[in-house]
């Protein structure tokens, strides 16, 4: 099964930018989708972006288009998102996940095997 490790969390101010990053073990990494979700404290998982195995197919969920970018190297089996503009309200663990030829629902947690440890992202105010 593949592993992930994310990187790249901190803390940053509100309308700063980071960038995540998650590396995947699998030597079939270009075969898996790949999606960030976050939770915040007391609230569910949330789904934040997902892309495709070659990175055609890209979805976000609405609280952060235009503001994050989720993109992938093959070669490097990794998978990023940039965030720019921050806001309180993305203070969370990110997490990445993925699922082997993108079967299912792609903004459903549900959907994905395999779950990296998380990264905290904190924005203040």
């Known amino acids: 099964q593949v592993q992930l490790v994310e990187s790249g969390g901190g803390l940053v101010q509100a309308g700063g930018s980071l960038r995540l990053s998650c590396r995947a073990s699998?030597?079939?990494?270009?075969?898996?989708?790949m999606g960030w979700f976050r939770q915040a404290p007391a609230k569910e998982r949330e789904f934040v972006a997902a892309i495709g195995s070659t990175g055609r197919r890209i979805i976000y969920a609405d609280s952060v288009k235009g503001r994050f970018t989720i993109s992938r190297d093959n070669d490097r089996n990794t998978v990023y998102l940039q965030m720019n503009s921050l806001k309180p309200e993305d203070t969370a663990v990110y997490y990445c996940?993925?699922?082997?030829?993108?079967?299912?629902?792609?903004?459903?947690?549900?959907?994905?095997?395999?779950w990296g440890q998380g990264t905290q992202v904190t924005v203040s105010s």
């Open positions: 996940a993925a699922v082997p030829y993108g079967l299912g629902n792609l903004e459903d947690s549900q959907t994905y095997d395999a």
């Open positions: 699998a030597r079939t990494f270009s075969m898996y989708y």
